[in-house]
């Protein structure tokens, strides 16, 4: 069972709408990343977080650290929004640039 | 343009073959690690460098070795392919231990072993 849970696995949304993608994760981490991996395979960073909430353009992530619990927020979707989002969590005790990742949500957004 | 490059990008190999994964980084970042992507599962980490000269094992690294002899550079070595290690590999760097300023990925390496 992976440790980092994603929530949906597959979302499909019309041009416009209001996304939301969950991660979970089961102990206390020291900080959780979101990424975006776009269709031909390229990943790029988009958010770490340790507390709170971030906002870049139309793309927000809060974390709630005691329920252990991201979301990854994405308004007025477009098409181009279309990736794969991928939750990690760095735990206390680990080093380096050790991230354990979810399996990642497909969105796809139509015109 | 900076950033993490990673060679070849496809490769095809026999069961038994031995290659090397090539990943180059020109940000002067320090920590770099290697990771594999397979379906159905989160990306799993299979070697790690806080630094030159420094290496770490992750989750997967049976049948791979990495050496980091300069910060540029940490190339990923198969010993002796086998079909299980037929993945999609990606290598990523980091100015900070815990990604604070983000990673920055290389394009990935897909490889089958037949």
């Known amino acids: 069972k992976n440790e980092v849970e994603q929530s949906p696995q597959n979302l499909t949304a019309q041009e416009g709408e209001f996304i939301t993608i969950n991660c979970s994760y089961s102990?206390?981490?020291?900080?959780l990343h979101w990424l975006q991996q776009h269709p031909g395979g390229g990943i790029v960073s988009l958010f770490m977080?340790?507390?709170g909430k971030k906002k870049h353009g139309r793309l927000i992530a809060t974390i709630n650290i005691q329920e252990k619990h991201s979301s990854l927020h994405i308004t007025a979707s477009h098409p181009r929004d279309s990736a794969v989002y991928i939750c990690a969590v760095r735990y206390p005790e680990t080093s380096g640039s050790r991230l354990t990742f979810g399996e990642g949500t497909q969105l796809t957004v139509n015109p | 343009n900076a950033g993490v490059t990673q060679t070849p990008k496809f490769q095809v190999l026999k069961t038994g073959q031995s290659m090397t994964l090539q990943c180059a980084q020109d940000?002067?970042?320090?920590?770099m690690s290697w990771y594999r992507q397979d379906p159905g599962m989160g990306l799993r980490l299979i070697h790690y460098?806080?630094?030159?000269?420094?290496?770490d094992q992750g989750e997967v690294p049976n049948g791979y070795n990495v050496s980091r002899s300069t910060t540029e550079d940490f190339p990923l070595r198969l010993l002796s392919a086998a079909p299980s290690q037929t993945s999609v590999y990606f290598c990523a760097s980091s100015y900070s231990p815990i990604g604070s300023y983000g990673y920055t990925f290389g394009s990935g390496t897909r490889l089958t072993v037949v």
């Open positions: 940000m002067n970042h320090e920590y």
């Open positions: 102990v206390g981490i020291s900080a």
């Open positions: 460098s806080v630094g030159a000269g420094i290496t």
């Open positions: 977080l340790s507390s």
